[in-house]
């Protein structure tokens, strides 16, 4: 075949347009699905694997906090509720103690001894 002047000639423009009939019927099959499916899917395994991986960390991680902090707030919570529930009962105590003494001491005031 003679050369064109604009330096193509016709087997370039055969060429693209065998293959522009092969990729055609390639993509007809679903040869081409089948393997970026295959491309996609491992990539999209190997991330979802690293993912998964990541995720058990941080899981792993944010239970033993919670556990932590759970168990820091059950002690905290027992501490201070058994505080609320003593502190009203010692400030009775120590009032009718007040009371008891102030009383005693009136009653020695009040008390003459003939010496």
Request: glycine letters at 16%.
């Amino acid at each position: 075949m003679e050369k064109r002047k604009n330096g193509s000639n016709n087997n370039t423009v055969a060429n693209v347009l065998i293959g522009l009939g092969i990729l055609w019927l390639v993509l007809n099959t679903g040869i081409l699905d089948v393997v970026f499916g295959l491309v996609f899917g491992v990539i999209g395994a190997v991330f979802g694997v690293i993912g998964g991986l990541i995720g058990l960390v941080f899981g792993a991680i944010g239970t033993l906090i919670g556990v932590v902090f759970g168990t820091f707030g059950a002690v905290m919570g027992i501490f201070f509720g058994s505080i609320m529930l003593w502190l009203p009962l010692l400030l009775i105590v120590i009032g009718v103690k007040l009371l008891s003494s102030k009383n005693s001491d009136e009653k020695r005031k009040n008390d003459f001894t003939i010496v």
